[in-house]
């Protein structure tokens, strides 16, 4: 029944697509379809994929060789005027290269689903508390678990957390990045493994974190990323074999396919993690904590249940944990996202504008080519009245032109393909680390399809429509002399299309300009601490080698007794969370004054960092009252924390806190610590981010493994690089150091991505500004030919060269200012929604848009300065002549 | 003046296609539909003359006087009487022959040629 149907609509289509052929006459015609609907019938007979050979070898039949005259046609006339034509179709599918390019990040960052089953029933899970103003933090290892247990919104919910890890091979140590997952996490994925298989379920069971000091149970298991695997040596072998991570052995179950970024695409490996094995013992007497969020937790929703529906019920569940732990749960619920949005919300804002950006650049190039077609058209219009004179049929000339169109869209789309399987691969080697699913971003048949829908569509209105209109001239108009009416006509025509490449050319501009005052608002603002000549060697030693708190001290005693025999190191310090490295532990806890207990749980938090004697004098980061650690703030010794500014004002308002106690809720319980000083505020996580409340714990008080250590040199610290390192490992040789950097290359990381666009927006502006210089230029060269006679007139009557030369830069100006005003209009509205991006600049910044109106009068002077100069130069008796 | 054979030599070789059509007239008149399957009957599929095509190569065939419309039909129970039917015109004809001719020598030649008759040469 269903094929009738298929067979029905392929002889309809058939007989409609004939229209094609309306050269040939009725009964040819009718031949031809009645033909095709016996083949059809016939091939019906003998199954599918006959019927649907068939139909595509007619089709074929008709439209190829059926157009073939009108091909040979436009192939004539594009040899005739090879250059413009040629040179419209390389513009073309150069903005259409570039539109497509960006294209296919869009497509793979924010259209294309996610490589998992089903991945719209994929969320992310927060906890939020409206009343501090909390909201999007990562849930506490205690609600997770009740989470799992407890709800009925979710098939499965899986927590992870990042580790860095050292690799341990036979030429030394790699350091790396993995998670440690949670039961479900496959579950929650569905994501089969490339090699081998994934973890079961009592794999999960026991499973301690790799840096943890606690012993396993069981054999320790790793499923490695596509990546790791190929570095390795890709051995398929490598399944079932162990692999010596952080100091242990692990058996490596499996490895997953190569675009599995779960949590993002710098995870190297997979471990099995159970929760409740690393709160275990006298320090978590009520088991995993509640108050300790820190999590990355993603579930998959029942099917057939909407997200809101989801977050009802989590909601339902998260007020009865309120009820049940006021203490660490009140005011706190659960926020759902979909995960396809937070993988993307990084850089959507910027990805759309970068995006639009070149959009309107395209528009413009469209806009120029579009005049020249119409100039183009102009020069044909007595070339096809003639033809129409002669007696040629309306639509045989249009036949042909659309010929000579689809002939130019095929060199566009040619061009563009080209040059868009080169540039994906240069923009993803050029683009900023930060762009999520960047792995995923390549040539594929969708980025195919859009080059090609693109390139119809700017070949449409940038050239078809223009010859077309030229196509339809008053037969007596245009053979008249000088075919004033269709000119003048067209001349307005073009008038509009550089207005509008004016427009936007002032948008990009402005964009341009606010990126860069956002940029240098960036590199220049004070981060609350010395950026210059800081070296930062980050340092993960094996906690299977490093089990108890006087071996870790004692490790990094030596570590930076080691490094400061490094003649160009002044002083070092070493410290869990240093601004802008994404390597140590970092994390916020409820504190309070000692005279102040809050009432309830509305403790505020503060970010805990341990650091070593020396750290804030070797950051560079003030002290603004008391003092900074010594060695004697040894274990043991007093507790004592420094604070910095925001928490000092936020605790004690005005009044001096040096000395006074300080309660901490952090491991035992809440606790007093002495304050002994107060820094300088900074801004931890890059420029944009503000101060938040800090306390420092003197590291001998309580070892952290994984730290930052940090020198200030002498000199440029990456020449001190390799000495430093060699200082590191002289203390353990099997111990690599993680990386090194220095803060100038982080801080400059941070502000990377603002790096990346505004590089982009200045090219696109730059672009614009010529295609725009390019318009206005053209059109006025072309108004000038147009007019010579009536400037001759003039002349010939006493107007002056100067006067005339006037006129012309003036009819620039008009240009100008329509265009400019229409461009600020845009963007001061386009400014607002991309207020987000900006940096220490208002989106209505008068400097940066007053500076871009005058750049684009200048460059709009210059390109009028030859035309009105030709206009100026025109022989009034030789022109009033020809 | 007396109607002098013109010169078939400028329209050889013949398009195969332009051929296969030409044989399959050969026997008698045809409609387009009888042409396109005779064509894929004789060639056992490997030339399939599809609709636009063959239309253009019959009017092209027709303006070299090669072929005609046919005012002689099949038996009226075989006739379709809204269909054009296509014979071969007396210049066709010597054409056919001409080119059937010229094929016939290239393939004695290409029998004649030692390295088609000895394929396996050591």
Known sequence: MKNDRVLRWCARSYARLLSVLRGRDREERQAIRDDGARLLASAHTQGH?????????????????????????ALRSLVRAPAVTVGMSVLLGLGVAATTTLFAFVDAVLLRPLPYDQPDRLVMIWEGNASQHRLREGPSPGNVLDWVGRNDAFEAITASMRVSATLRARDGGTPLTGAHVTRGFFDVYRRQPWLGRTFQADEYDGAVSMT????????????????????????????????????????????????????????????????????????FPDGPPRDFRFLRVAGRMRAGLSIQ???????????????????????????????????????????????????????????????????????????????????????????????????????????????????????????????????????NARVVSFAALLAVFVVGIGSAVPTLRASRPQIAGALRDGAAISASTSG???????????????????????????????????VGFDRSNLLVVRVTPDASRYRTNAQTIEYYRQVLDSLRTVPAIASV????????????????????????????????????????????????????????????????????????????????????PIGRRLILDYQQGPYPYEVV????????????????????????????????????????????????RAAVLRVAPDQPVHSITTMDRLLGDAVQQDRFSLLLISLFAVAGLVTAAAGVYALLAYLVVQRRREIALRMALGASPRRVATSIVVESLVLASVGGTIGIVGAAVGARFARTLLFGVAPEDPVTFVTAVAVLLLVVLAASWLPARRAALINPARAMKS | MPDRPRPVDPLLPLKPKALHILLAVADGPRHGYGIMQEVAERTDGQVRLWP?????????????????????????????E?????????????????????????VSHARASRALRKPHRA
């Open chain 1, 49 to 73: 994929l006959t019927l649907a050979a068939t139909w595509v070898a007619l089709v074929w039949d008709l439209l190829v060789v059926g157009a073939r005259h009108d091909l040979k046609q």
């Open chain 1, 212 to 283: 943890s000091r606690l012993p396993a149970h069981g054999e320790p298991v790793v499923v490695l990323s596509h990546q790791l695997w190929q570095a390795l040596g890709a051995d398929p072998q490598l399944v079932g074999e162990t692999v010596d991570l952080e100091g242990r052995h692990r058996r490596v179950l499996g490895v997953m396919p190569a675009d599995f970024a779960v949590p993002d695409a710098e995870a190297k490996f997979w471990a099995p993690w159970d929760i409740r094995e690393s709160y275990r013992g006298p320090r």
């Open chain 1, 309 to 443: 529906g989801a977050e009802a019920r989590m909601r339902t569940l998260a007020s009865d944990l309120e009820a049940e732990h006021p203490e660490t749960n009140a005011g706190w619920s659960v926020q759902l996202f979909p995960l396809a949005d937070e993988i993307a919300r990084s850089s959507r804002l910027e990805l759309l504008i970068v995006f639009s950006a070149m959009f309107c650049l395209l528009l413009l190039l469209c806009a120029n080519v579009a005049s020249l077609a119409i100039a183009r058209g102009v020069s044909r219009t007595r070339e096809i009245a003639i033809r129409l004179a002669l007696g040629a049929g309306g639509s045989r000339i249009r036949r042909q032109l659309i010929a000579e169109s689809a002939l130019s869209a095929i060199v566009t789309i040619g061009i563009a393909l080209l040059l868009t399987a080169w540039s994906v691969g240069v923009a993803v080697s050029l683009a900023p680390d930060g762009i999520p699913r960047l792995h995923e971003v390549a040539m």
């Open chain 1, 492 to 526: 307005r025509l073009r008038a509009r299309l550089v207005v509008a490449e004016i427009a936007a050319a002032v948008l990009l501009l402005v964009g341009a300009g606010l990126l860069a005052r956002t940029y240098a608002e960036l590199r220049r603002v004070d």
């Open chain 1, 573 to 656: 310090a070493a410290v869990t969370a240093l601004p802008m490295s994404t390597i140590g532990a970092d994390f916020d806890r409820p504190y309070w004054p000692e005279d102040a207990r809050p009432e309830g749980p509305r403790a505020g938090q503060a970010s805990i960092r341990m650091a070593t004697p020396e750290y804030f004098g070797t950051l560079g980061r003030a002290v603004i009252a008391g003092r900074e650690f010594t060695d004697r703030d040894a274990f043991g010794a007093p507790r004592v924390v420094v604070v910095n500014e925001e928490l000092a004002t936020m605790a004690w308002g005005t009044e001096n």
């Open chain 1, 677 to 724: 000083g107060i820094v300088r505020d900074a801004r931890y996580k890059g420029p944009r981010s503000e101060a938040a409340p800090e306390i420092f714990i003197p590291h001998a008080q309580n070892p952290y493994l994984v730290m930052n250590v940090i020198a200030r040199t002498t000199t440029d610290p990456l020449a001190v690089a390799q000495t430093a």
């Open chain 2, 52 to 80: 636009t095509a063959l239309y253009g190569l019959l009017r092209e065939l027709e303006r070299l006087d090669l072929i005609a419309e046919s005012a002689k039909r099949p038996a009226a129970e075989e006739d379709d």
């Open chain 2, 82 to 106: 809204r269909r054009r039917y296509f014979a071969l015109t007396p210049r066709g004809k010597r054409v056919l022959d001409a080119e059937v001719r010229r094929l016939t020598a290239i």
